[in-house]
């Protein structure tokens, strides 16, 4: 999609938010969204309680994802 430049992209606007998971570590979300272009969506998210995060890139450009919630 070709947007003018002089036309501002409006930001995402959350309509409405269900809680599909709660548990003492992670809650998983399903929203219904207002996207840039004016059309709805849907947006499922992962809130994750404090924790420690890695991204770990080799030498090959290999990515490792590593997580040690607390």
């Given at each position: 999609?070709?947007?003018?430049?002089?036309?501002?992209?409006?930001?995402?606007?959350?309509?409405?938010t269900?809680?599909?998971?709660?548990?003492?570590?992670?809650?998983?979300?399903?929203?219904?969204?207002?996207?840039?272009?004016?059309?709805?969506?849907?947006?499922?998210?992962?809130?994750?309680?404090?924790?420690a995060?890695?991204?770990?890139?080799?030498?090959?450009?290999?990515?490792?994802?590593?997580?040690?919630?607390f």
């Open positions: 999609m070709v947007h003018d430049i002089q036309e501002p992209l409006r930001d995402w606007s959350r309509l409405s269900q809680v599909i998971h709660r548990s003492s570590h992670l809650t998983l979300h399903h929203d219904r969204v207002l996207q840039p272009d004016g059309s709805e969506g849907t947006y499922d998210r992962l809130t994750i309680a404090d924790g995060r890695t991204v770990a890139v080799d030498a090959r450009r290999r990515v490792a994802l590593v997580e040690d919630a």
